[in-house]
């Protein structure tokens, strides 16, 4: 889940809830409490985004402490009430690279875990992707319930809890938005953690019946720039059928909304109304195939030498090296490691880091810095959805969208192992926040369109999506807007959630 966020709440007997954040991204935990009606006052949040820490000041106010690093923001002394965790989850998403906890991200739990340590809380909640389950075959996963469950996992009391681990009883459920009042199939892990002295009767809230489709989501008038101009439609014309089409009364269900759709990426959604593409029989997928076009290294990396030499010129801190480059210091972290975590120096800053460390030698500057555009035909990419469903889930790299059909009214986006492809399940793909290329179909976010005219979701409908209510602003670009609805957490499942604790 990028701007994940964090976020804790102290109980106050004047029954005002204090809230604080880490990760806080746009604040879905500030609109749950709201939702919920809960008298809360924001004391501390935590984001190292500008433009998410921007959104959230025009929402919320600028909080008493708003610290910018989980690594150096101080964790309060009173025990709190709620502590909610969601640290960046691309390390552990099935659409990214699948690093783990070798990522720096992933990493990030273990702030979590201190976190709960020192403040002990009575109620914390963590969320984080699916993909955290399977990562390192479930091991992952393990160590992370070992680590917070140290008096009982689902009921089930922990007879040799790990010496590390916090006394906490804890629940695990898979959730899915679909199934909470949201058009959209957007399934996250949450982990509930009960101290031992509290209340321990929660249950996860029930499935409930969705009427909202997304069609119900979607803006009755959109400024033309979120329209394909002609030669980029003109790419949809040769498809071919594949296997039958589920039945549309059956599913009401859209793909994930990602935070990758800020690149308009070929995991993003697209709707039409174009009359002139068959999509009358309900008997099979429409399938284009359209490769990918990639950017790679024209050259391989010395790895073993690039690591010496930067082994050998180090006379600074990796503090001091962040600092003099303007950059995060966990980046910096990775670029000295001898492990599977040791990460190449991006190209826009080598030549900076050269000069910083004093390295003459020029035999790394053409392997680091130059790349080359080619086709490709990857795994996972675009897929299709009715209207009438729910929107896809929003992740940070997922390459799930789909094409939404409906009467007059179709969503569509490109799969690069098989093309084009609709089907007429009410279901919608996965939204994202990935960039696209203008000239590249493969690699653009899903179409929405009227009048023989496609378009991409509005940010708009994006934050709809993730359940944001129409008084909910931002003054950033598109792109930063679409990166932080698919950060987000969907609002009406953290509230679900929350209206199960007894505070």
Not at 281 to 288: A, F, K, R, T, W
Not at 411 to 426: Q, S, T, V
Request: proline residues 4%.
């Amino acid at each position: 889940m990028g701007n994940s966020y964090t976020m804790f709440i102290s109980f106050n007997y004047d029954n005002m809830i204090k809230t604080g954040s880490d990760f806080s991204g746009v604040g879905a935990f500030d609109q749950a409490l709201k939702k919920l009606g809960i008298n809360y006052q924001t004391v501390y949040a935590c984001d190292w985004d500008k433009y998410a820490r921007q959104t959230y000041i025009e929402n919320y106010g600028e909080p008493t402490y708003f610290p910018k690093d989980v690594y150096e923001r101080e964790i309060p002394k009173e025990s709190l009430d709620i502590y909610m965790t969601s640290p960046p989850c691309q390390a552990f998403s099935l659409a990214g690279k699948r690093k783990g906890e070798d990522d720096e991200r992933g990493i990030l739990f273990y702030n979590s875990h201190e976190f709960i340590q020192k403040n002990n809380p009575r109620y914390f909640i963590f969320e984080n992707v699916r993909g955290l389950l399977s990562d390192a075959n479930g091991l992952t996963f393990k160590v992370w319930l070992d680590m917070l469950g140290g008096k009982s996992v689902n009921g089930n009391p922990v007879l040799f809890p790990n010496e590390n681990s916090t006394p906490y009883h804890i629940y695990w459920q898979v959730l899915n938005a679909k199934h909470y009042g949201v058009p959209q199939n957007r399934e996250r892990v949450f982990i509930i953690g009960i101290r031992d002295d509290a209340d321990n009767t929660f249950r996860f809230p029930k499935i409930q019946h969705l009427t909202k489709k997304l069609k119900d989501v979607l803006e009755d008038n959109v400024n033309d720039k979120y329209f394909l101009s002609e030669k980029m439609v003109n790419k949809c014309t040769t498809y071919k059928w594949a296997k039958p089409f589920t039945d549309p009364d059956k599913k009401q269900i859209a793909n994930c909304v990602t935070a990758s759709y800020s690149k308009q990426a070929s995991d993003c959604e697209y709707i039409n109304t174009n009359n002139k593409i068959d999509i009358s029989s309900n008997q099979g997928v429409i399938v284009h195939n359209i490769p990918q076009i990639v950017s790679v290294r024209k050259h391989k990396v010395d790895i073993i030498k690039l690591q010496g030499v930067l082994k050998e010129h180090k006379t600074l801190s990796n503090q001091k090296i962040a600092e003099k480059l303007n950059i995060k210091k966990t980046t910096v972290d990775h670029w000295f490691r001898t492990d599977n975590g040791f990460s190449i120096p991006e190209p826009n800053i080598w030549q900076d880091l050269k000069n910083l460390l004093e390295i003459k030698t020029n035999q790394f500057d053409k392997s680091i810095t130059e790349f080359e555009t080619r086709e490709g035909v990857y795994e996972k990419a675009n897929r299709v959805y009715d209207t009438k469903g729910i929107a896809p889930t929003m992740t940070s790299t997922s390459a799930d969208e789909r094409i939404l059909l409906d009467d007059d009214l179709w969503i569509a986006d490109y799969r690069n192992d098989e093309g084009l492809r609709i089907r007429k399940d009410n279901i919608s793909p996965c939204m994202t926040a990935r960039r696209h290329s203008e000239n590249d179909i493969s690699t653009m976010p899903a179409l929405v369109g009227n009048n023989n005219r496609i378009r991409r979701l509005t940010p708009r409908e994006c934050f709809r999506l993730m359940d944001f209510p129409e008084d909910f602003k931002w003054s950033v670009s598109d792109t930063q807007a679409y990166k932080q609805a698919g950060n987000s957490i969907v609002v009406n499942v953290l509230a679900e959630i929350i209206n199960k604790l007894n505070l």
